[in-house]
């Protein structure tokens, strides 16, 4: 017999998003590794929040979403808030009850400023590593090193001279003969034939984004740089950094993450070629690191 496609709403619910989540399911061993690390901060999370005024999302709650995130790719703060909304997994996950009401966004991202800025969230990866079944997946035989670029969040109308200068012209949409200019909207750049430099001119969104190209023939865009280390047993990050973005910053970032790593013993690290440099090598050998680093055979022509 058919059955119909009836809708039946239920007055009460007496369903947990605890009991829709499955026993075996990955996650739930990702929730208690991530529940051990934030028990260790709760010390940390004390000094960052006054004792009085009204309270605010629970830090433990505002990390577990963080991660959730980062995850699965999340583009925004407000796609975050939407899908907390409907999505029972993610509910669980970050300690939502079913009828729990959900963030606003600009408060979500507020708390998640004061976390960022109490350096937080390094401290959290190094609670999440330290538990023993975690560190029983790391290797310590063999690590791997790279860096991205990481698009900054401005535009590149923003990137203006740095003595507050205009090499904007007459960039409106407008004419001399009369015809106004357009209102309501920016306005439209040619960018042709402009000398632009890190050195005389910066983003006045985003100071700290730099105009970057990591090969040649590609455009440059206005980003930040991404560093991580990873071992290669199971290809888990130990290690990561958020740089600007310069020709040394790879360099720069994989000595300080593998002093950070102090390991026990001489290690081997493998990277491409835009660490082929006689300096860097130098270094990697004098804190005990065996450098398999890719020869940069490039040659470059001069006109």
């Known amino acids: 017999m058919r059955g119909g496609d009836d809708r039946s709403e239920g007055l009460f619910s007496y369903v947990s998003c605890e009991a829709r989540v499955p026993q075996g399911h990955p996650w739930r061993a990702i929730r208690a590794i991530v529940d051990e690390a934030l028990e260790v901060l709760s010390a940390d999370f004390e000094q960052l929040y006054s004792r009085i005024g009204r309270p605010s999302i629970a830090p433990e709650k505002l990390l577990r979403a963080l991660l959730l995130q980062a ?3 999340i583009r925004s703060g407000r796609q975050l808030m939407e899908q907390l909304d409907y999505n029972l997994m993610f509910r669980w996950f970050v ?20 976390l960022m800025a109490g350096d937080i969230a390094a401290k959290f990866m190094a609670a999440v590593l330290n538990p023993p079944r975690v560190k029983a997946l790391l290797s310590n035989d063999h690590f791997s090193v790279d860096g991205t670029l990481i698009d900054a969040w401005a535009s590149m109308k923003s990137f203006k001279p740095k003595d507050g200068g205009s090499d904007d012209g007459d960039d409106a949409g407008g004419s001399d003969n009369g015809s106004a200019k ?6 439209e750049r040619d960018f042709r034939k402009e000398k632009r430099s890190n050195e005389t001119h910066a983003s006045t969104t985003d100071p700290d984004a730099r105009l970057y190209k990591k090969a040649q ?5 206005l980003s930040h740089m991404g560093h991580v280390l990873m071992e290669n047993r199971h290809g888990l990050i130990v290690d990561a950094l958020l740089t600007k973005a310069t020709g040394t910053a790879e360099r720069e970032a994989a000595l300080t993450m593998l002093k950070r790593l102090d390991a ?3 290690i081997p690290l493998g990277a491409d070629k835009a660490y082929d440099a006689a300096q860097f090598v130098a270094d990697l050998r004098d804190i005990n690191v065996t450098p398999h680093v890719a020869q940069n055979n490039t040659t470059v022509t001069m006109g």
């Open 182 to 187: 357009t209102k309501g909207r920016n306005a």
């Open 71 to 73: 995850f699965f790719s």
């Open 264 to 266: 026990q013993h001489r």
């Open 217 to 221: 023939g590609q455009a440059a865009r």
């Open 95 to 114: 300690g939502l009850s079913m009828d729990a009401p959900i963030w606003d966004v600009t408060v979500f991202t507020k708390n998640r400023d004061r």
